[in-house]
């Protein structure tokens, strides 16, 4: 059993807990609260009338959001899995699981992903591995859990950040490859760092499904990985990179990508998911604020959640006079002087 990776599992666990739960997590650059959203029009609509779902890799999504690619890998990342995807199918909800790669050097630890479609039989789900894993890990990541998309995490920064980390980063050819031979939709994603649009322009160029900016202001994976590693006196600063979850949402419309884009990175209501809609992303979904929500209040907690989230999305709507979510784009926004400012810039 390879209890290094595994242990790792549980370390990120419960830090990225402690840090939501602790409120911790630091805040870098414009933020939701940025947006604020223009009385428009009235519109002759109901919230009853309000559709709320979104087409997108040819599939129907009931809802335009979904639990984020967290864990797996170890016994107690098995029961966060299992809760998790409960939660998930109740509520009618996608999910992801978490990387993957421990499970292809460890059978035994492919129960605590394969637990997830036990839990969530009918539900859409994306498995998820690093962008350096060949077609045949991606191949039997997705068998493992009979996925139906799946997410390739580019997180170089968060790479660079583990003391045990990745130092090669050779990965465009081995994304394009995997792109064309991936028996599933691919998305390729960040995983709290943010994307600008020349990294966007560069991913769409490979043409994947859709890209996740996976912006900051949420859970912050160098302040997890400076907590695992307290033996580094001189830890790197990373205080300086990134954009935050609105920014990168502006970088894809400035990249003039025709590409999907998730946003996933601090979101924590239905109000964010509203904004990060008007912004244009076509999905959005959350990680650390439900493990968060999970670990607090247990699955009935998350549920309780996830059903107010729901109750509020089609009100959030008609305030906006979208009938459908892509009606959200042309809702009109006011930015305010920060956000302005790094619009300008980006
Ligand atoms: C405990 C934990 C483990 C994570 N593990 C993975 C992972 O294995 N693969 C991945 O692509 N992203 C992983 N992420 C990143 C999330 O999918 C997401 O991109 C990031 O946390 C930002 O979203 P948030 O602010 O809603 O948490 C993890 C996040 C958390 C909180």
């Given at each position: 059993m390879n209890h290094a990776q595994s242990n790792r599992k549980n370390e990120h666990l419960s830090l990225a807990t402690k840090f939501w739960r602790e409120e911790k997590n630091p805040v870098i650059g414009p933020t939701f609260d940025d947006v604020r959203w223009v009385p428009g029009p009235l519109n002759n609509q109901s919230v009853a009338t309000v559709d709320h779902s979104v087409e997108l890799f040819g599939q129907h999504f009931d809802w335009p959001f979904y639990i984020e690619a967290m864990t797996g890998g170890s016994a107690s990342t098995m029961r966060v899995n299992a809760d998790l995807a409960t939660v998930a199918s109740k509520k009618n909800l996608a999910m992801a699981v978490g990387s993957q790669s421990v499970a292809l050097k460890d059978a035994a630890q492919a129960a605590s992903f394969q637990i997830v479609r036990e839990k969530h039989p009918d539900g859409f789900l994306f498995a998820n591995l690093g962008a350096d894993?060949?077609?045949?890990?991606?191949?039997?990541?997705?068998?493992?859990?009979?996925?139906?998309?799946?997410?390739?995490?580019?997180?170089?920064?968060?790479?660079?950040?583990?003391a045990e980390g990745d130092r090669?980063?050779?990965?465009?050819?081995?994304?394009?490859?995997?792109i064309a031979k991936s028996p599933v939709p691919v998305i390729i994603k960040e995983v709290g760092f943010g994307m600008g649009p020349d990294l966007i322009k560069q991913l769409a160029a490979l043409k994947p499904a859709a890209i996740n900016i996976g912006g900051a202001n949420g859970t912050s994976f160098a302040k997890i990985e400076q907590a695992r590693d307290r033996q580094n006196e001189n830890p790197i600063d990373f205080s300086a990179f990134g954009l935050s979850t609105v920014e990168s949402l502006l970088a894809a419309e400035k990249s003039e990508t025709k590409t999907p884009i998730i946003a996933t990175g601090g979101i924590q209501s239905a109000k964010n998911i509203t904004?990060?809609?008007?912004?244009?992303?076509?999905?959005?979904?959350?990680?650390?604020?439900?493990?968060?929500?999970?670990?607090?209040?247990?699955?009935?907690?998350?549920?309780a959640e996830i059903s107010l989230w729901q109750q509020q999305l089609p009100l959030y709507m008609t305030l906006l006079g979208a009938q459908r979510v892509e009606n959200l784009v042309q809702a009109k926004r006011l930015y305010s002087p920060n956000l302005t400012n790094s619009l300008k810039q980006l």
């Open positions: 894993h060949p077609i045949e890990n991606v191949r039997a990541a997705v068998n493992m859990i009979e996925a139906n998309a799946i997410e390739i995490h580019v997180n170089l920064a968060q790479e660079l950040a583990m090669r980063f050779y990965w465009l050819d081995n994304l394009a490859s995997v904004t990060s809609l008007m912004l244009g992303a076509s999905l959005a979904s959350s990680a650390g604020y439900f493990l968060k929500t999970l670990m607090a209040d247990g699955p009935a907690g998350l549920e």
